[in-house]
């Protein structure tokens, strides 16, 4: 793997929006890898966080605590946010140099509950290109109540690959929390991220005109350049995909060992 040659392993960063699920994601991907005996370091930059179920190696609030920026500098929980994300901006050589002394074999970072505070602020790009572009990929979480409605779809299709353009490194949609969908609302959507032509028809249902053409046309843009297209049912809570999200680090960053591709391979034909 490229991480072991290099000394520091590749990294997954968990985005999404509000509550989509990125905590639970860390927490459910460190115990299953401990199961599959792939050393996967699990890594906290939120400072916003209050409870972290998972053994985080590297943990933001050790530096920079968000009920302290709050009360230093007399701001609400969002200007404190912003406020948090630009202090770590200035440590991030520092993070960055944390985060290189470790060692394993992947690296799954719990990213702020806003996506824009990862997506526009310079702490996340800073250490992007700090840990090095080729090391990193993004698992962004589409939250499955707002992906039950085309526009709300469409909507975290684009905001995906805003952040995918920001950042500049792939990304891979993940459906999360599949299990609180119904199997036909389930598998509608799956199909929305897989036939474009089928999501302009309930597109043109839902919003009609000029909205659905805007929407199609950068979809369509996006599909010829996107390099991991589509979108895979996640569970946290039902361990569902998990093995999924391993296979795009392998396909990225190398196989971890033959046994484990192995059986990687074997949890995507029993899927086929
Ligand atoms: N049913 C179900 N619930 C889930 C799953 N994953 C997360 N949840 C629930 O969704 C809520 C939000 O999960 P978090 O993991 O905290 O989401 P987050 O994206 O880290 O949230 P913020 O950091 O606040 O943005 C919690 O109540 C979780 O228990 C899942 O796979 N299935
Ligand atoms: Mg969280």
Do not use: C
């Not at 920001?166 to 959507?189: A, M, Q, V, Y």
């Amino acid at each position: 793997m490229v991480g072991l040659d290099s000394g520091t392993p590749p990294v997954l960063f968990v985005v999404g929006t509000a509550g989509a699920g990125k905590s639970s994601l860390v927490t459910a991907f460190q115990r299953w890898s401990r199961f599959q005996e792939v050393d996967a370091i699990a890594v906290n930059l939120d400072p916003g966080a209050e409870r972290l179920h998972y053994d985080a190696e590297f943990d933001v609030r050790d530096l920079i605590s968000l009920n302290e920026v709050m009360t230093e500098y007399d701001l609400g929980p969002n200007g404190a946010q912003i406020l948090a994300a630009d202090l770590l901006a200035a440590q991030a050589d520092d993070v960055a140099a944390n985060l290189h002394s470790m060692t394993g074999e992947l690296m799954i970072v719990d990213t702020p509950g806003q996506v824009e505070l990862f997506a526009f602020r310079e702490a996340s790009s800073h250490l992007v290109e700090v840990l090095g572009r080729d090391q990193a990929a993004i698992i962004y979480l589409f939250d499955p109540m707002l992906s039950r409605s085309p526009s709300g779809f469409v909507s975290q299709m684009l905001l995906s690959s805003i952040v995918e353009f920001r950042l500049g490194i792939p990304t891979k949609n993940f459906l999360s929390k599949s299990d609180l969908l119904e199997p036909e609302e389930l598998e509608k959507i799956l199909e929305w991220s897989e036939r474009l032509e089928i999501l302009e028809m309930a597109l043109y249902d839902e919003a009609g005109g000029l909205r659905t053409e805007f929407a199609i046309n950068q979809l369509r843009v996006m599909q010829q350049f996107s390099q991991s297209p589509g979108l895979t049912p996640l569970s946290s809570e039902l361990e569902d995909g998990l093995a999924d999200v391993l296979t795009f680090a392998q396909a990225l960053f190398g196989g971890m060992s033959d046994a484990r591709d192995g059986f990687a391979a074997d949890i995507g034909n029993e899927r086929n």
